[in-house]
């Protein structure tokens, strides 16, 4: 099992940008996949993007070339570094952590890009 907290959300114009943090309550060396995912009122939580423990990363289409996933093992932590936001990034952003079949999500970020 693993707990995991999301920092970093806020309020930001168009074209800002912020980073988020998600720290997890164990090392997260030896788990497989952590990503991103955001949920937008009245739509499916869709995944952001995703990093292996090898370093493979998986983009959405929407963010690629703006959003940059990277985790931090050694501080228990993975990151999502969100350049040029546009209005429609406007979501709660969730932490995910894939640990063999199951799926462990932090509480949420809410993230506002106004224009």
Avoid: H
């Avoid at 739509?43 to 990363?57: D, F, I, K, P």
């Avoid at 406007?90 to 506002?112: E, K, L, R, S």
Wanted: proline content about 3%; charged content about 15%.
């Amino acid at each position: 099992q693993v707990q995991l907290v999301e920092s970093g959300g806020g309020l930001v114009q168009a074209g800002g940008s912020l980073r988020l943090s998600c720290t997890a309550s164990r090392n997260i060396f030896s788990i497989n996949t952590m990503g991103w995912y955001r949920q937008a009122p009245g739509n499916q939580r869709e995944l952001v993007a995703a990093m292996t423990r090898g370093g493979s990363t998986n983009y959405a289409g929407s963010v690629k070339g703006r959003f940059t996933i990277s985790r931090d093992n050694a501080r228990n932590t993975v990151y999502l570094q969100m350049n040029s936001l546009k209005p429609e990034d406007t979501a709660v952003y969730y932490c995910n952590a894939q640990i063999f079949a199951d799926p462990y999500w932090g509480q949420g970020t809410q993230v506002t890009v106004s224009s």
